[in-house]
């Protein structure tokens, strides 16, 4: 009897909660979504939330934009078993070393392009002495050296592979993916990409990320709503948050 008591007690205070939008849930529930601590923050785990939303085993394909050398793509095998990868490296030597350390799945499939926001053309890769930090934006840290890609757009790659849905894509381009995500608003409007996970910043002189802000006004025209922080990185002071991973979902899965 004491127990009913209780319980019905924790669904009284539950439902007047709910009324002003919070929602009770238990320490061992929490501490699945949570990585542990790293410079003083906690850490969402992107997957856990992510599989909350679309079942893991319903991941049937992913973009994974700036793909570097593959250690993206290798996260989405973990975790998404079901699903075609397809990624997206420019500069030679990271795209050998993306092919390298994907070649024995065959469900890994690998590109030579520049994602942007035109496709068909010619564009310059600046190089940088850290190569997850190449980018079509020229940076002060540019080593000045630079390669000649092919550029391709995700709506023209869509459509030229026939892709019913895209459950996931992923864009870290060093503070060029509004131009990644402008060549893909068809296939987001359409509902067709149904979630977006970005690298953003909040400075807008920070010319190396993503403003987000920008990010998230594209995404919502598109049919897309702000989800979470991810992987979160400050600055010296560890209050001023300098950049992170932004989750964005469509809100047909809503």
């Known amino acids: 009897m004491k127990r009913l008591r209780i319980k019905s007690l924790r ?5 007047l909660f709910a009324k002003s939008g919070w929602q009770f849930i238990s320490r061992k529930t929490l501490e699945r979504f949570i990585l542990p601590n790293r410079a003083g923050l906690a850490h969402l785990d992107l997957y ?10 319903q991941m049937s394909c992913c973009l994974d934009v700036g793909a570097n050398i593959g250690q993206t793509a290798t996260k989405f ?4 078993p079901n699903s075609t990868i397809y990624c997206f ?3 030679s030597d990271s795209y050998e070393s993306l092919r390298a350390a994907t070649e024995s799945d065959s469900k890994i499939q690998c590109f030579q392009y520049a994602v942007s926001n035109k496709s068909g053309e010619n564009v310059q890769i600046h190089l940088h002495p850290d190569s997850q930090c190449h980018s079509l934006r020229i940076s002060p840290h540019s080593t000045g050296a630079f390669e000649i890609v092919e550029s391709v757009t995700v709506d023209s790659f869509q459509k030229s592979n026939s892709l019913p849905i895209i459950n996931l894509l992923k864009t870290d381009t060093e503070g060029f993916d509004v131009e990644v995500l402008q060549g893909a608003k068809d296939s987001l409007s359409a509902g067709i990409i149904q979630s977006v996970y970005v690298e953003v910043c909040f400075d807008s002189s920070d010319r190396s990320h993503s403003d987000f802000f920008a990010v998230a006004e594209l995404l919502e025209q598109c ?3 702000f989800f ?12 001023q948050l300098f950049y992170a991973n932004a989750l964005f979902i469509s809100r047909q899965l809503k």
């Open 11 to 15: 669904n009284q205070i539950n439902r």
């Open 89 to 91: 490296e420019p500069v």
């Open 48 to 57: 856990h939330c992510l599989g909350e939303i679309i079942a893991p085993n």
């Open 223 to 225: 049919g897309l709503s």
């Open 228 to 239: 979470g922080l991810f992987e979160q990185s400050t600055r010296q002071n560890p209050h």
């Open 77 to 80: 095998r973990a975790y998404y």
